[in-house]
C-alpha cells in the first residue's frame, strides 16, 4: 500500500510539473484470465475490482500520451494465495473521431507490481512486466468534464505463468487547462 500512495503522489506532481491536460480518475471490474482465474477457480463470481489514477497529455489532435497507475483486488472467496495488483502504466491513446462520442483506441506498457501470499503466508511482490490493449468512448459532460468507459486486456508477462485481466472501466477525466 505504500508503493501505491508513492506512485500516486508522483503522478500528482507529474501532473503540477508538465502542465497535464486531464487528471484520470477510474473505477475498474475485471474478469481474471490465465493464472488469475485458475487462482479464482474459473468461477465468474470471483472477481477483479480497483481504481486507476493517471495524468494524460495531447500529442496532437488524435494522440494523446499518458501515465496511470492503480491497484486492483482479486475475491477472495477461495484460497488463492494472489492478494493485489499494482498497475503502472504508460501509453497512448487515438481518436478515432471528433466532436461529442470519441472512439478510440489504445495501447500500453508498464509492470504489474504483484502481491502473492507464500506457503507460510508470508508477502512477496514480483515486478512483472505488461501489455494493454484498450477500446473506449469518451463522453464531454461539460467543458471540463469527460465521461470515458473502456474495455482493457492486460496481459502480464511472465516466464512461468500466463496472467492476464480482462476489464471493464469507467470514470471521469477532469481538464485542467
Known amino acids: 500500500m505504500k508503493k501505491l500512495l508513492i506512485i500516486l503522489a508522483c503522478i500528482v506532481f507529474y501532473a503540477g510539473k508538465v502542465s497535464a491536460q486531464k ?3 477510474n473505477g475498474m471490474i475485471g474478469f481474471p484470465a490465465g493464472e488469475y482465474a485458475f487462482a479464482s477457480d474459473n468461477k465468474i463470481e470471483n ?7 493517471g495524468v494524460e497529455l495531447n500529442i ?7 501515465i496511470t497507475a492503480g491497484i486492483t483486488f482479486l475475491d477472495q472467496k477461495t484460497s488463492n494465495d494472489l492478494s493485489s495488483i499494482i498497475p503502472v502504466m504508460a501509453g497512448i491513446k ?9 472512439p478510440y483506441l489504445g495501447a500500453e506498457v508498464g509492470f504489474n ?14 515486478k ?8 473506449g468512448l469518451s ?4 467543458s471540463k ?11 502480464v508477462l511472465t516466464a512461468f505463468r500466463s496472467n492476464s485481466l480482462i476489464s471493464v472501466n469507467t470514470g471521469f477525466d477532469f481538464i485542467l487547462n
Not at 472477481?47 to 489514477?53: N, V, Y
Not at 468534464?145 to 496481459?155: A, E, F, Q, S
Request: negative net charge.
Open 139 to 142: 463522453i464531454p459532460l461539460t
Open 47 to 53: 472477481l477483479a475490482f480497483g481504481g486507476i489514477l
Open 113 to 126: 507490481f504483484i502481491t502473492y501470499k507464500d506457503f507460510f503466508g508470508t508477502e512477496l511482490t514480483l
Open 145 to 155: 468534464i469527460v465521461w470515458d468507459i473502456h474495455g482493457k486486456y492486460n496481459l
Open 94 to 102: 487515438y481518436n478515432l473521431g471528433a466532436g461529442g462520442f470519441l
Open 23 to 25: 487528471l484520470l480518475v
Open 128 to 135: 512483472e512486466p505488461a501489455i494493454s490493449t484498450l477500446l
Open 60 to 66: 496532437s489532435k488524435s494522440l494523446s500520451g499518458y
